[in-house]
């Protein structure tokens, strides 16, 4: 099983549209998570961290599930600009590797 | 503004010759810093963790002898690919940990584009 799991994708979603992804990691013990958003051949730029009660910032929500292991990011009324690719990341306790990616998933938000 | 610097951006060399890139952190130290290299359409893989003033830390299945990290400052990283080939033709991104006022967030340097001919 891969330490972190997302949904394959990609997602071509209208605009205006609510999409959510999922992601599933295996360490039980993870502590840190986060949403970042990647552009084509760009370094990839933290969308927001995931904390245990859920949290939102504008168009965008996070939360996390720790009994079933699993993050999620939904974003409502989507727009041109939220096309990108969204990586879900996962600190692994006790690792100097720090942080831990996972594959991605592809937005495509169309007109 | 960018807080870790990478360059070259993008480089076009002949096989067998070596390339080298850095990576620095503008405003802030940074004893550790990270290598990753990204197919396409794949996600990012740790290749090495670099340490100040020490040796790499290489991930299972990195060559540390193709891969030379040198760390030689608390703002200076630097990867070399040594005798490139086609195949190590990949998106090469670092990053480093930044602390105090930041918090513990992870920045990345805009990523270098190899491509070995």
């Known amino acids: 099983r891969k330490e972190v799991e997302q949904d394959p994708g990609p997602f071509n979603v209208p605009e205006g549209a609510t999409v959510a992804f999922n992601c599933t990691y295996s360490n039980s013990a993870s502590q840190s998570f986060f949403w970042y958003r990647q552009d084509c051949r760009k370094e990839p730029k933290l969308l927001m961290s995931v904390y245990s009660s859920g949290n939102e910032d504008g168009r965008f929500t996070a939360q996390l599930n720790r009994a079933s292991q699993y993050i999620s990011l939904l974003i409502r009324d989507s727009k041109l600009s939220d096309s990108a690719t969204y990586l879900c990341v996962v600190n692994m306790p006790g690792s100097a590797r720090q942080l831990t990616f996972g594959s991605g998933t592809q937005l495509t938000v169309l007109p | 503004g960018a807080v870790v610097s990478q360059h070259p951006s993008r480089v076009i060399c002949k096989s067998g010759t070596s390339v080298k890139i850095e990576c620095r952190s503008l405003?802030?130290?940074?004893?550790?810093m990270f290598w990753y290299r990204q197919f396409p359409k794949q996600s990012l893989m740790l290749m090495a963790t670099s340490n100040e003033g020490s040796k790499a830390t290489y991930e299972q299945g990195v060559e540390k002898d193709k891969f030379l990290i040198n760390h030689a400052s608390l703002t200076l990283s630097t990867l070399t690919v040594t005798s490139a080939h086609p195949e190590d033709s990949s998106f090469y991104i670092c990053?480093?940990?930044?602390?105090?006022?930041?918090?513990?967030?992870?920045?990345f340097g805009s990523g270098t584009q190899l491509s070995v001919l």
């Open positions: 990053s480093a940990r930044a602390g105090g006022a930041r918090g513990e967030k992870l920045f």
């Open positions: 405003d802030f130290q940074a004893t550790t």
